[in-house]
C-alpha cells in the first residue's frame, strides 16, 4: 500500500466586492483511496459547503469570501490501494458494452477536439493491436512529440493548439492524450492530483494532470507528460477535460498567490508501507463503481 501525506495551501487577495470560490482540492473518496486526518483551515469566517460527486466521486467546496486575504490550508493522509495488472491481458471495450457513465468520456470536449483528430489517429494507431498496448502506444506518441516547458501555454490551449505547437505543461499532454483516445473511441478523461516524483529541475511541486482510460472493467493510469511517478498519484478530480476539474474556479475581483504543495510517502515495512515506484504493471486505482453523495 502507499500512504501519501498532502498538504495544499492557497492564498488569494479579494477585491472590495468580495468573491464567491469553488474549490476542488479535496482528494475524492474512493474503495482504492482511503482518507484519514483530513483538515481544512481557512482564514476567514465564512459558511464553506463542502459536497461530493455521486458517480466521480469529486469533492467540491464552495464558499463566499470577504475582500481581504483569504487563505486555505487543506491536508489529509491518504492510503492508495492500487490494483495491477499485465499490459497484455487487459482489452479495449467495444463501445455497444460501455457501462452508461463511461459513455460521455468518447465524446468531443472543449479542450480535447476528438472530432478535428480522427484522420490522424485512425493513420498513427487505428491498426494497432486493440487493449492496453494500444492506448500505451498513444500515450508514447504524445510524450515523444510534445516538450514539457513551463509557462509556454495558458487556459485557452487545446489538444489541438498542443498538437501545432509541440510544447505544454502537464494538462496539454493529457489533453492531447484524451482526444486521441477518444478519437479511436476510447473512452478517456482528464484526471487531477499532485506530481509526487517529479524533477525539482521542473520547479516546486505543483498539481499535476494526468489521464485515465477505460479499459476492461476500469479505469487505468497514464502519465503522458511522464514527470510524476503514476503510483503516487492522489486523484483531486476527473472530468471532461480540465474545465471541470480545476483547483479553484472564482467569480468576482481575485489575485492569487502560486499554490504550494507538499506530497510526500510514507514507508514503514511492518504496516506494508512501500515508496511509489515505477513499474511495467497497468494500475488502476478505481473500478468504475459509484460513490456515496456524502462527503
Same mark, same amino acid.
Given at each position: 500500500?502507499?500512504?501519501?501525506?498532502?498538504?495544499?495551501?492557497?492564498?488569494?487577495?479579494?477585491?472590495?466586492?468580495?468573491?464567491?470560490?469553488?474549490?476542488?482540492?479535496?482528494?475524492?473518496?474512493?474503495?482504492?483511496?482511503?482518507?484519514?486526518?483530513?483538515?481544512?483551515?481557512?482564514?476567514?469566517?465564512?459558511?464553506?459547503?463542502?459536497?461530493?460527486?455521486?458517480?466521480?466521486?469529486?469533492?467540491?467546496?464552495?464558499?463566499?469570501?470577504? $475582500?481581504?486575504?483569504?487563505?486555505?490550508?487543506?491536508?489529509?493522509?491518504?492510503?492508495?490501494?492500487?490494483?495491477?495488472?499485465?499490459?497484455?491481458?487487459?482489452?479495449?471495450? $467495444?463501445?455497444?458494452?460501455?457501462?452508461?457513465?463511461?459513455?460521455?468520456?468518447?465524446?468531443?470536449?472543449?479542450?480535447?477536439?476528438?472530432?478535428?483528430?480522427?484522420?490522424?489517429?485512425?493513420?498513427?494507431?487505428?491498426?494497432?493491436?486493440?487493449?492496453?498496448?494500444?492506448?500505451?502506444?498513444?500515450?508514447?506518441?504524445?510524450?515523444?512529440?510534445?516538450?514539457?516547458?513551463?509557462?509556454?501555454?495558458?487556459?485557452?490551449?487545446?489538444?489541438?493548439?498542443?498538437?501545432?505547437?509541440?510544447?505544454?505543461?502537464?494538462?496539454?499532454?493529457?489533453?492531447?492524450?484524451?482526444?486521441?483516445?477518444?478519437?479511436?473511441?476510447?473512452?478517456?478523461?482528464?484526471?487531477?492530483?499532485?506530481?509526487?516524483?517529479?524533477? $525539482?529541475?521542473?520547479?516546486?511541486?505543483?498539481?499535476?494532470?494526468?489521464?485515465?482510460?477505460?479499459?476492461?472493467?476500469?479505469?487505468?493510469?497514464?502519465?503522458?507528460?511522464?514527470?510524476?511517478?503514476?503510483?503516487?498519484?492522489?486523484r483531486l478530480g476527473t472530468g471532461r477535460d480540465a474545465?471541470?476539474?480545476?483547483?479553484?474556479?472564482?467569480?468576482?475581483?481575485?489575485?492569487?498567490?502560486?499554490?504550494?504543495?507538499?506530497?510526500?510517502?510514507?514507508?514503514?515495512?511492518?504496516?506494508?508501507?512501500?515508496? $511509489?515506484?515505477?513499474?511495467?504493471?497497468?494500475?488502476?486505482?478505481?473500478?468504475?463503481?459509484?460513490?456515496?453523495?456524502?462527503?
Amino acid at each position: 500500500m502507499i500512504r501519501i501525506q498532502l498538504q495544499v495551501d492557497l492564498r488569494y487577495e479579494i477585491d472590495a466586492y468580495g468573491a464567491d470560490f469553488i474549490f476542488n482540492v479535496h482528494c475524492a473518496q474512493t474503495p482504492s483511496q482511503a482518507l484519514s486526518g483530513e483538515r481544512l483551515m481557512l482564514s476567514q469566517q465564512c459558511s464553506p459547503l463542502l459536497h461530493a460527486d455521486p458517480v466521480t466521486g469529486n469533492r467540491y467546496l464552495r464558499l463566499r469570501a470577504a $475582500p481581504g486575504e483569504l487563505m486555505l490550508t487543506y491536508s489529509a493522509t491518504v492510503d492508495l490501494t492500487h490494483y495491477r495488472a499485465d499490459p497484455s491481458q487487459i482489452p479495449e471495450v $467495444p463501445v455497444c458494452k460501455l457501462p452508461p457513465e463511461v459513455i460521455g468520456y468518447l465524446y468531443p470536449s472543449r479542450y480535447c477536439q476528438s472530432d478535428r483528430l480522427g484522420k490522424l489517429a485512425i493513420a498513427e494507431f487505428g491498426t494497432l493491436q486493440q487493449g492496453y498496448r494500444r492506448v500505451q502506444a498513444i500515450r508514447d506518441w504524445v510524450h515523444q512529440r510534445v516538450t514539457f516547458t513551463s509557462n509556454t501555454t495558458n487556459a485557452n490551449t487545446s489538444a489541438v493548439d498542443t498538437l501545432i505547437e509541440r510544447v505544454g505543461v502537464c494538462r496539454d499532454f493529457a489533453h492531447l492524450m484524451i482526444a486521441l483516445c477518444r478519437a479511436v473511441s476510447i473512452p478517456a478523461r482528464f484526471a487531477t492530483g499532485t506530481d509526487y516524483g517529479a524533477d $525539482p529541475a521542473l520547479g516546486p511541486p505543483d498539481f499535476h494532470a494526468y489521464v485515465e482510460v477505460y479499459l476492461g472493467d476500469r479505469w487505468y493510469l497514464f502519465d503522458p507528460s511522464g514527470t510524476a511517478i503514476p503510483m503516487g498519484l492522489v486523484r483531486l478530480g476527473t472530468g471532461r477535460d480540465a474545465a471541470d476539474v480545476a483547483f479553484a474556479t472564482i467569480f468576482g475581483g481575485v489575485r492569487s498567490q502560486a499554490p504550494m504543495i507538499q506530497a510526500w510517502a510514507v514507508e514503514d515495512s511492518s504496516r506494508d508501507l512501500v515508496l $511509489p515506484q515505477d513499474t511495467p504493471d497497468a494500475l488502476s486505482t478505481d473500478d468504475g463503481r459509484r460513490y456515496p453523495a456524502s462527503a
